[in-house]
C-alpha cells in the first residue's frame, strides 16, 4: 500500500523528477530560468521536453496541452498527441522544445474585450517555467500563458506574473536601503481557502436553475436551516467523508498541498484549505482544486457547487485569499523581527500594504466583482463592500505610539487560564481575528476576504501585488534620497500612520453605524454592486499605476473593463430567462393542477354534505389562483424589462440597467413563486425543495 509521502506530487514534474531525470547542467540552466528569470537556452528546452514526455509516457499520458487561464474565469487546454509518423509506417512519440515552449492555439472565441477582431483568430500560448507540468488523465499539461497575434495578455496569468515581477523590484530596494544585499528575489504567498457545497447530483439535475447560472433562483425557506450553528465544524457525514478523502488523494498527487476540511455553517457547506504556496503557483492550484471537486464529486453521485450564493437565506461561499510577501532566504516581511532594524523593516513593509489598500480600495473591491458575488458581500457571512483594515489591538498601539511620538511599552501575553488542571496552559495571541473584517492582519499575512468562491484568485492578487509595489516604489524613491537614513525612515512610517489610518478599523464590519461612519466620516468607498465599480478600473489613477509598473497595458485594461461587465450582463439575463422559462412552463402549470385538484376536492365534499364549508380548499385556491396571476404578470414584466437591454448603447449603461429594473423584477417573480411553494402539496411542486437539498447528503 503507498504511503502518502510516496505518491504526493507523483503526476508532476516536479524539482524532484527534474533532478533524476535531466543532466546536471541542463538542471542548473533551468533552475537559473526559475528562479533568477533568466533567458532560457533552447538546447535546454529540448532536452527539457525530451525527458519530460518520456516521463509523462511512462506514467500513461499519450497526449500533451498547454493548459491555460483565459478572460473566461476557467481553464482552457487543447490536446496534442505526442506521435509522430515513422518510416516504417509506424509512429514514434515525440516531444520537441519549440513545442514545449509555444503553442498556438484559436483566440477567436476567447474573451477579448475589443483586442482584436474575431477575424483575427491567431493565439500563442508561452510555457511558464515557475510553475510545474503535470499529468491529468492521460496528458501532460504545460502551464502556459496566453496572448494574442498582437503580444496582449489574454489571459490571467500574463498579468499575476507582471505584479508579482513589480512587487519583486520595488521590495528588493527596500531591502538594499536595510542592507540586505543577500536578497535575490521576494515572492508574494497566497493560500486560499476554498468553500463549496454538495447536493446529490439526483436533486442537482431536476434544478434547471442549478443547471443553467450555478444557483437556486427559486426556493422558499426551509423549516430548518443554519439557525443551530450545528453544522459548523460538526461531525463530517459519511459519504462527505468518503468525497473528501478521494479528493484529497486527487489533489495530493498533483502537489497541491490540501491541508484543513471540515464543515462550514450552512447545511451542505464545506471548506478546504491548503498550504501556502507562491502565488503563481496557488494561483494554478486553486484552478485545479476547482476542477477536482467537481469531478471528484460525480463519481460520488453527488454534485459540488461553487457558487457564492447557491442558495437564499444561507451563508454563501467565499475563498479567503491569505497573503503574505517573504525572501528567497526564507524571511517572511509581514512578520515581526528580533531587533529594532528587522522591526523597522518589517513596519516598512506594513505600512506599504496599508498605503496600498486605502489608495486602491477601488480595485480590490473591483476585483473580486462578479454578479455572484453581489449577492453575498455585505451578508452574515462576508465583509461588507467597504473596504478596511483590521490590525488588532497591539499592533494598533504600536502604530499609535509612532504617530504621536510617545512610548510603547508593550503588553504582556495573557495566558489563558481554562479552569481544568489537566488542560495545558497556553498564552493568548495578541490579534484576535476578526471574521467581518475585508482584510484581516492575522500575524505574519494579511487574509483578504473579499473573494468568491468560484472566481480565480489571479485578479484579487493583480492588484493587491501592484498597489504594494506602488507604495514601495514611493518609499524607495523617497528613502533613497535621505541624508539621514533613519530620520527618514521614522518620517515616512509616522507620516503614513497618519495619512491613513483612517482604512484602520478593528471593530464591527456589520454594524450599520460602520458604513455610515465609513463613508460619511472617513471618506470610504462603498461600492455595492459590480456596476458600481467595475468602470473605475479605467480612472486615471489606476491606469497610471498599473501600466507605469508595466501589469497592463491601456487597452488591456480597457478590454478586462468590457469582458467583466459583458460577463455580468450575460450572467444576470441568463438567470432572468432561466426564471422566465422555470415560471411559465414549470411552476405555473403545477399550482394550476393543485388548484384544479382542491377545487375538485372541494366539489365532492359538497356532493357528499352540502353543509361542510371547504375553507381549506376554498381558502388556498384563492390564494395561490392571486399568486399565479401575480406570477403570470411579473414574468411578462421581467421578460419586457430583459428585451429592453438591447436598446442600451454600451455595456455600461446595460449594466446599470440590470442594477437598477432587472434585478428588482426578478426578486419581484421570486418572492410570488417562494409564496406559492409553501401554499402548494410537495407532490405537485416540479423541483426539490431546498430542505431537501440542503440535508440531502447523507
Known amino acids: 500500500m503507498k504511503t502518502l509521502p510516496t505518491y504526493f506530487g507523483s503526476l508532476v514534474f516536479d524539482d524532484r523528477v527534474m533532478k533524476a531525470n535531466l543532466s546536471a547542467d541542463v538542471y542548473r540552466s533551468l533552475k537559473k ?74 483566440a477567436s472565441s476567447f474573451p477579448s474585450g475589443g ?77 486560499p481557502e476554498q468553500e463549496y457545497f454538495l447536493i446529490t447530483k439526483e ?50 498527487k498533483l502537489g497541491i498541498l490540501a491541508k484543513t476540511e471540515h464543515n462550514e455553517v450552512a447545511p451542505a457547506q464545506h471548506e478546504l484549505a491548503p498550504i501556502y504556496s507562491t502565488t503563481n503557483i496557488a494561483t494554478d492550484h486553486n484552478q485545479l482544486t476547482m476542477e477536482i471537486m467537481q469531478k471528484v464529486a460525480e463519481k460520488h453521485g453527488l454534485v459540488c457547487l461553487l457558487h457564492e450564493k447557491p442558495f437564499a437565506g444561507v451563508n454563501g461561499s467565499g475563498k479567503h485569499n491569505n497573503w503574505s510577501m517573504a525572501t528567497d532566504t526564507g524571511v517572511n516581511l509581514l512578520s515581526p523581527g528580533e531587533t529594532p532594524y528587522e522591526n523597522a523593516q518589517f513596519l516598512l513593509f506594513l505600512c506599504a500594504v496599508i498605503t496600498a489598500v486605502d489608495d486602491y480600495q477601488d480595485l480590490l473591491r473591483l476585483s473580486v466583482a462578479t454578479a455572484g458575488n453581489d449577492h453575498r458581500l455585505g451578508a452574515n457571512e462576508a465583509p461588507p463592500a467597504v473596504v478596511s483594515i483590521f490590525l488588532g489591538d497591539e499592533l494598533n498601539a504600536v502604530l499609535e505610539a509612532i504617530e504621536n511620538d ?93 495619512d491613513h489610518k483612517r482604512i484602520i478599523f478593528n471593530g464591527n464590519g456589520y454594524d450599520d453605524a460602520w458604513i455610515k461612519e465609513a463613508t460619511e466620516k472617513r471618506g470610504l468607498l462603498n461600492y455595492r454592486t459590480t456596476p458600481d465599480c467595475m468602470p473605475h478600473l479605467l480612472d486615471k489613477k489606476n491606469v497610471d499605476m498599473l501600466t507605469a509598473h508595466g501589469v497592463y497595458s491601456e487597452a488591456e485594461l480597457q478590454s478586462r473593463c468590457e469582458i467583466m461587465l459583458e460577463n455580468y450582463c450575460k450572467t444576470v439575463v441568463i438567470e432572468a430567462n432561466t426564471m422566465v422559462e422555470m415560471a411559465k412552463t414549470q411552476i405555473a402549470p ?48 421581467l421578460e419586457d424589462v430583459v428585451s429592453s437591454l438591447a436598446d442600451k448603447a454600451d455595456v455600461v449603461s446595460e449594466s446599470y440597467a440590470i442594477r437598477d429594473n432587472v434585478l428588482a423584477k426578478m426578486n419581484e417573480l421570486r418572492a410570488a413563486c417562494d409564496e406559492a411553494e409553501t401554499l402548494t402539496a410537495k407532490d405537485y411542486w416540479p423541483y426539490p425543495s431546498y430542505g431537501d437539498m440542503l440535508f440531502s447528503v447523507r
Request: charged share 25%; net charge negative.
Open 203 to 252: 436533486m442537482y439535475d431536476q434544478r434547471p436553475d442549478l443547471r443553467f447560472t450555478g444557483r437556486t433562483l427559486f426556493g422558499a425557506k426551509p423549516p430548518k436551516g443554519q439557525e443551530m450553528d450545528d453544522h459548523y465544524f460538526g461531525v463530517i457525514k459519511p459519504r462527505v467523508e468518503a468525497y473528501m478523502a478521494d479528493l484529497n488523494e486527487e489533489l495530493w
Open 590 to 637: 403545477a399550482i394550476e393542477s393543485y388548484i384544479l385538484e382542491l377545487a375538485q376536492t372541494a366539489a365532492a365534499k359538497k356532493a357528499l354534505d352540502q353543509s361542510l364549508p371547504c375553507s381549506y380548499e376554498t381558502e388556498t385556491v384563492k390564494k395561490l389562483s392571486a399568486l399565479t396571476d401575480t406570477i403570470a404578470v411579473k414574468a411578462k414584466e
Open 406 to 498: 510617545t512610548p510603547y511599552n508593550g503588553t504582556e501575553k495573557t495566558q489563558m487560564k481554562l479552569g481544568v488542571d489537566v488542560l495545558p496552559k497556553f498564552n493568548r495571541d495578541t490579534t484576535d481575528r476578526n471574521r467581518t473584517s475585508p482584510f484581516a492582519f492575522t500575524g505574519n499575512k494579511f487574509e483578504f476576504r473579499m473573494l468568491g468562491s468560484s472566481n480565480s484568485i489571479a485578479c484579487a492578487n493583480i492588484m493587491l501585488n501592484s498597489a504594494v509595489a506602488e507604495s514601495l516604489k514611493t518609499y524607495a524613491d523617497s528613502l533613497e534620497k535621505a541624508d539621514d537614513f533613519e530620520a527618514a525612515l521614522h518620517e515616512t512610517i509616522q507620516k503614513t500612520i497618519k
Open 115 to 191: 483586442l482584436r477582431a474575431t477575424f483575427e483568430a491567431r493565439g500563442y500560448t508561452a510555457w511558464d517555467p515557475t510553475s510545474y507540468a503535470f499529468i491529468k488523465g492521460k496528458t501532460l499539461c504545460i502551464p502556459t500563458a496566453f496572448c494574442s497575434y498582437g503580444g496582449e495578455a489574454l489571459d490571467k496569468k500574463t498579468p499575476l506574473l507582471r505584479s508579482m515581477e513589480a512587487l519583486n523590484k520595488q521590495a528588493l530596494r527596500i531591502l538594499k536601503l536595510f542592507g540586505n544585499d543577500t536578497v535575490k528575489c521576494v515572492r508574494t504567498s497566497v493560500g
Open 33 to 106: 530560468t526559475i528562479d533568477e528569470g533568466a533567458q532560457l537556452d533552447i538546447t535546454v528546452a529540448n532536452a527539457v521536453a525530451a525527458a519530460m514526455k518520456d516521463w509523462a509516457v511512462a506514467h500513461g499520458a499519450t497526449h500533451y496541452t498547454h493548459w491555460f487561464q483565459p478572460l473566461t474565469g476557467i481553464t482552457a487546454e487543447k490536446h496534442d498527441s505526442f506521435i509522430s509518423p515513422s518510416p516504417d509506417g509506424g509512429v514514434i512519440m515525440d516531444f520537441s522544445g519549440k513545442e514545449l515552449i509555444k503553442g498556438e492555439p484559436d
